[in-house]
């Protein structure tokens, strides 16, 4: 079963903030996350590891609970190019494959 | 260095019919996972390879095949088309180390079922 994401969608104006949300129904051992632009490929953003860390690329961080099994991704003061499809994806062991979530579609606008 | 290649870009098939994808992964890498990507269902994952084993399969039929050779290329084979095949097919690669790092993905081959 595919991890949930939530918003399914949001749109922002340039320098709002958003938070996307990732839960899944199983334990996990890791998390990813990938923007995909409308007709490209999707491209990685991060991974974070179980531990509850959290990591930040430039203004885009993202933070992992493994006990609650939910991942979140911040955007701050966000840009026009931030705009596309989040994904997050999740393996529950070292071993398992990577899922993908069901995907959060943002826009931002002037 | 080169990306992740898949070939061809775009192909029309016909019900019943069979196709063969291809991907190339970036040099040096040698896991190979690939993905269906339709509007409604998402990114559902097929199958993972390394070192020209399979190392995860996803919930596909076994119409859905593939296989990794030893210079780490890949080719997915589906038989037997129906239209639900209808979808753009995601190749990625990575070192192939466990969760270390992520996935490259290539632009994609999408497939037309008439």
């Known amino acids: 079963q595919q991890p949930v994401q939530s918003p399914q969608a949001v749109i922002l104006r340039e320098g709002e903030d958003a938070v996307i949300n990732c839960s899944s129904s199983k334990a996990l051992y890791s998390v990813h996350w990938y923007r995909q632009k409308h007709g490209e490929a999707p491209v990685f953003l991060m991974i974070l590891l179980k531990g509850g860390e959290q990591k930040g690329h430039e203004k885009i961080s993202a933070s992992f609970n493994e006990k609650k099994q939910q991942s979140s991704l911040y955007l701050t003061a966000s840009q026009l190019s931030y705009s596309g499809t989040y994904f997050c994806?999740?393996?529950?062991?070292?071993?398992?494959?990577?899922?993908f979530g069901t995907g959060t579609r943002l826009q931002v606008t002037l | 260095k080169a990306g992740v290649t898949q070939t061809p870009r775009y192909l029309i098939k016909t019900r019943g019919q069979q196709v063969t994808l291809s991907c190339s992964p970036i040099s040096g890498h040698r896991s190979v996972s690939w993905y269906q990507q339709t509007p409604g269902q998402g990114l559902q994952f097929l199958f993972e390879y390394f070192s020209e084993t399979q190392r995860n399969k996803g919930n596909f039929p076994g119409r859905f095949s593939g296989r990794q050779f030893s210079n780490s290329r890949s080719e997915m084979n589906v038989s037997t088309l129906e239209l639900g095949d209808s979808a753009l097919y995601l190749c990625?690669?990575?070192?192939?180390?466990?969760?270390?790092?992520?996935?490259?993905f290539g632009e994609g081959s999408r497939l037309t079922v008439l």
């Open positions: 994806a999740a393996r529950e062991s070292t071993a398992s494959k990577l899922t």
């Open positions: 990625a690669s990575s070192l192939g180390h466990r969760d270390t790092g992520e996935l490259f």
